[in-house]
């Protein structure tokens, strides 16, 4: 709204959805209605603002390409990261790529893994003391005491090790392996790398089998267990299996 109270009416064109999912017949939002625009038709020829016509729409949806599309869209999802995602649990990879562009680790107990994996990387690269590296590194996490920040940083980065090998993604393009250290935090390093070498051997079953669930509109399944409490997606997800869930099956 206070966007929109300083820019000129009669020099502005909004549009909005008449329909999505089950809402149909929407309408403008009120406070677009109470800054004055006057709403029209878009089959109308004549724009009453701008005397002339409408413009015209720069994507005709009815002649898009949907096989061109789908093909595109599936050959951003033939990497073995995103593939590796769907093998652990395709819930998770469900919400990750299909219903958001990237995840995001949003719990503190999670970027905790993500500070070390950090602190070691770095130490890795950089000629940097340890002291100076976490304090680079902690100005990422401004939440966290700098009690915090220390303790784990000492207790981690003795254990930073040699750089990781490059992974090329194409012919001019190489990512840094620890790049799946933060894809998967908590994961032991050998669980790691039987996923990731079971997602190669079967990468391509697992991109058919995800474009037939996406084209029968079957859902994708959660895999609960002790790697849910590391998951992007634990608060929305109703299979997710917290660690309280174990506790209280204990006492049963």
Request: with cysteine; net charge negative.
């Given at each position: 709204f206070?966007?929109?109270?300083?820019?000129?009416?009669?020099?502005?064109e909004?549009?909005?959805?008449?329909?999505?999912?089950?809402?149909?017949?929407?309408?403008?939002?009120?406070?677009v209605?109470?800054?004055?625009f006057?709403e029209i038709e878009?089959?109308?020829?004549?724009?009453?603002?701008?005397?002339?016509?409408?413009?015209?729409?720069?994507?005709?949806?009815?002649?898009?390409?949907?096989?061109?599309?789908?093909?595109?869209?599936?050959?951003?999802?033939?990497?073995?990261?995103?593939?590796?995602?769907?093998?652990?649990?395709?819930?998770?990879?469900?919400?990750?790529y299909?219903?958001?562009e990237?995840?995001?680790?949003?719990?503190?107990?999670?970027?905790?893994?993500?500070f070390?994996?950090?602190?070691?990387?770095a130490?890795?690269?950089?000629?940097?003391?340890?002291?100076?590296?976490?304090?680079?590194?902690?100005?990422?996490?401004?939440?966290?005491?700098?009690?915090?920040?220390?303790?784990?940083?000492?207790?981690?980065?003795?254990?930073?090790?040699?750089a990781?090998?490059?992974?090329?993604?194409?012919?001019?393009?190489?990512?840094?392996?620890?790049?799946?250290?933060?894809?998967?935090?908590?994961?032991?390093?050998?669980?790691?790398?039987?996923?990731?070498?079971?997602?190669?051997?079967?990468?391509?079953?697992?991109?058919?089998?995800?474009?037939?669930?996406?084209?029968?509109?079957?859902?994708?399944?959660?895999?609960?267990?002790?790697?849910?409490?590391?998951?992007?997606?634990?608060?929305?997800?109703?299979?997710?299996?917290?660690?309280?869930?174990?506790?209280?099956?204990?006492?049963?």
């Amino acid at each position: 709204f206070i966007a929109l109270e300083f820019l000129p009416v009669e020099k502005t064109e909004l549009s909005w959805m008449e329909s999505y999912l089950d809402k149909k017949n929407l309408k403008p939002a009120i406070y677009v209605q109470q800054m004055g625009f006057k709403e029209i038709e878009a089959s109308d020829n004549d724009f009453p603002i701008y005397g002339h016509n409408l413009r015209e729409n720069p994507y005709n949806f009815e002649k898009a390409d949907r096989k061109a599309l789908k093909r595109e869209s599936f050959c951003e999802l033939t990497s073995v990261d995103f593939l590796a995602e769907y093998q652990f649990c395709p819930k998770r990879f469900y919400y990750s790529y299909i219903l958001s562009e990237f995840p995001t680790f949003l719990e503190g107990f999670v970027q905790q893994f993500h500070f070390t994996e950090l602190i070691r990387v770095a130490r890795r690269v950089s000629s940097a003391t340890d002291e100076e590296i976490i304090i680079g590194v902690g100005e990422i996490f401004p939440e966290w005491t700098n009690y915090k920040k220390f303790s784990l940083g000492k207790r981690y980065i003795r254990s930073a090790g040699r750089a990781k090998p490059l992974d090329g993604i194409n012919d001019s393009v190489k990512i840094n392996r620890a790049r799946v250290n933060f894809q998967f935090p908590g994961m032991k390093t050998d669980e790691r790398d039987k996923l990731f070498i079971s997602t190669r051997k079967n990468e391509y079953e697992l991109v058919s089998e995800i474009e037939e669930k996406i084209d029968e509109g079957a859902p994708f399944e959660a895999k609960p267990g002790v790697g849910c409490r590391y998951c992007p997606h634990l608060d929305i997800c109703m299979e997710g299996e917290l660690p309280v869930d174990k506790v209280m099956e204990a006492y049963r």
